[in-house]
């Protein structure tokens, strides 16, 4: 199994940056591809990026592209999500998740295996 651990949201000026941060312990040999997912109130989980642990190729969303990176710390064990010239739409709920395998599509959550409780991320106007 494969524990994830999410860290770094809080409140944000719009326009400012935050860094989100993804620690996984367990059975960390094992993970291929971490991704992040948001949900605001009242709407579905959505993909916001995926990465390749060992290799690093990143995959993210429209809404986000330009904007955010996604990185890994392999001898930490940690996946990030840098969040810059934030919007009040990436207002939510992140969630970070893991797959042992080569995911069917990237984009979705239910290639995902293990998943963290979420952290927080509020935009101010």
């Known amino acids: 199994q494969v524990q994830l651990v999410e860290s770094g949201g809080g409140l944000v000026q719009a326009g400012g940056s935050l860094r989100l941060s993804c620690a996984a312990s367990g059975r960390t040999f094992s993970i291929y591809a971490m991704g992040w997912f948001r949900q605001a109130p009242g709407k579905e989980r959505e993909f916001v990026a995926a990465?390749?642990?060992?290799?690093?190729?990143?995959y993210y969303a429209d809404s986000v592209k330009g904007r955010f990176t996604i990185s890994t710390d392999i001898p930490k064990n940690t996946v990030y999500l840098q969040m810059n010239s934030v919007k009040p739409e990436d207002a939510a709920i992140y969630f970070c998740?893991?797959?042992?395998?080569?995911?069917?599509?990237?984009?979705?959550?239910?290639?995902?295996?293990?998943w963290g409780q979420g952290t927080q991320v509020t935009v101010s106007s």
């Open positions: 990465i390749w642990w060992w290799s690093g190729g990143a």
């Open positions: 998740a893991a797959t042992g395998r080569r995911p069917s599509n990237w984009f979705s959550e239910v290639s995902y295996d293990h």
